[in-house]
């Protein structure tokens, strides 16, 4: 079936036994059961997306509808549609609003840990318990942060269900966190406020790659993500006006970012630009990807023994901001890329509030300066009242 190329014309290729493989112009291929129901009229059943679905499960779901034939079962897509149907059906909507690593995790996780209970379950008798079965081999492997994101993944399926008339219910929304062990989270794990020098020792005295340390600094000093940062190129930098603009295919939630930079910041682009002149990255690596990767900081951290995730580094800024009181919560929110409901809101805040984050990302980057040492990180958390 992976040799059916698309044509200018939607067409068919034939399994047998009323399986069809329906190809269209797009490239998109789905599987569908012709069929006579039980009043001896011709019908077609959608199985799914022959992309998600194999040539032997839809040969095994086509046995399945036939054997309900058999024995005088209906199997109109009303009363059998499975949540593997709808699952697909939401996924390639869903896929478009998110990046492609995101969209790719989600679906594998749900694939692999959830679809042995819900994928061949009707969608409209779907109860809470089927949720907490179907989560529960990542309960088990107390893989907290992804049952988080795939718990949030089987909800929006069940939001669009809803919508499409499907279901009546959203069985996820009844499951609380009560349902699973307590995590002990260490995903996101911070520095405290009065260990940040630990980060400034380390950058002043590793022995890593240039690309390794001043990628390092330069997430700290930006508040940004990792992935964001290691695979930035010279193109997103106006060196005339100190501006880093993210663009959206890179950005989690697929919207632009601009990060105002600092002097500090600037320095290490420069010192960057001396290292790797040619370079179309800014963190550049022998790699075959040209830029280091993602997991690198992290490791060059650990291996210091400083206890924090490149991600910490996020929280851990937050944190000071606002225990600051200098600035607007909205201003360090829009500086952490944070996308609240509102998102005309959110796009006129990100507009308005560059000068304003501009200033708090030269006092950010400052702030690290004046935590060169324990006594100097105290003496700093003192000076802005933060302890």
Known sequence: MKEAKPKPRAYKLFDGNGLILA???T????????????????KTYTIGDAQYISLA??????????????????????DAITFGVVFYEWFEKWKLLVVPTTAKRALSAVEKDCFPVLQNLEISKIRPRDIVLALDPLDKRCSY?????????????????????LCEMNPVMMVTREAFKRPQSSQHRSLDIREVYQIVDFIGTTNCTPSTK????????NISRVQEAAQATWSEIDTEKWIWTIPAKRM???????????????????????????????????????????????????????DTTIHGFRHLAST????TLLFKPDVIEVALAHVGKDQIRATYNNAQYTEKRREMMQWWSDFIDMCD????????????NII
Request: proline share 4%; net charge positive; charged share 35%.
């Open 214 to 221: 001043y990628c390092i600094e330069f997430i700290l000093r």
């Open 320 to 323: 000071i901001l606002n225990e």
């Open 57 to 78: 499960d839809a040969r095994k779901k086509r046995d399945e509808l036939k054997g309900n034939l058999k024995n005088d079962q209906s199997i109109s897509k009303k």
């Open 27 to 42: 490239g998109k291929k789905v599987w569908r059961l012709d069929y006579y129901d039980l009043n001896r009229k011709r």
């Open 145 to 165: 942060e992804t049952l988080k994101k795939v718990k949030s993944s089987l909800k929006l399926c069940f939001d669009y269900a809803i919508a499409r008339g």
């Open 23 to 25: 190809v269209y112009p």
């Open 252 to 306: 989690k939630m697929r919207r632009e970012h601009v990060i105002p930079l600092s002097c500090q910041s600037m320095l290490i682009l420069k010192k960057q630009k001396e290292e790797y002149p040619d370079s179309k990255y800014i963190f550049a690596s022998e790699g075959p990807n040209g830029h280091i990767n993602k997991e690198t900081p992290r490791i060059a951290l650990n291996k210091a023994g400083i």
């Open 373 to 384: 040492t324990e006594r100097n990180n105290l003496k700093a958390l003192k000076k802005f």
